[in-house]
């Protein structure tokens, strides 16, 4: 069994920082793409940003330039640095993964539990 589970949330102040991180474990044979998404009061769950096993990153157009997405394999560990956070910012953030088995022939789909981001004005 593969689990995601994000920290990292809280409540940050308009102009603040944080830092989510996604932490994988369990067995399986690699952690290809992942990504965070979120998801405000009353609203669809949307993407934030994404990236592929070798880096390549995407980011939803209201957070280019402040939020920064980055990994590290080794670790199985994904992280979002959020900065210049606005009060829009404000949502549960989820953890997303595709993961391969440990037969190295079918990959699944993942979700973290997911952590609260309050921007304050």
């Known amino acids: 069994q593969v689990q995601l589970v994000e920290s990292g949330g809280g409540l940050v102040q308009a102009g603040g920082s944080l830092r989510l991180s996604c932490a994988a474990s369990?067995?399986?044979?690699?952690?290809?793409?992942m990504g965070w998404y979120r998801q405000a009061p009353g609203k669809q769950r949307e993407l934030v940003a994404t990236?592929?096993?070798?880096?390549?990153?995407n980011y939803a157009d209201s957070v280019k330039g402040r939020f920064t997405i980055s990994r590290d394999n080794a670790k199985n560990m994904m992280y979002l640095q959020m900065n210049s956070l606005k009060p829009e910012d404000t949502a549960d953030y989820y953890c997303?993964?595709?993961?391969?088995?440990?037969?190295?022939?079918?990959?699944?789909?993942?979700w973290g539990q997911g952590t609260q981001v309050t921007v304050s004005t």
């Open positions: 997303r993964g595709q993961v391969t088995g440990v037969t190295g022939r079918y990959e699944h789909e993942y």
């Open positions: 369990g067995s399986f044979y690699s952690i290809n793409g």
């Open positions: 990236i592929t096993r070798t880096g390549s990153t």
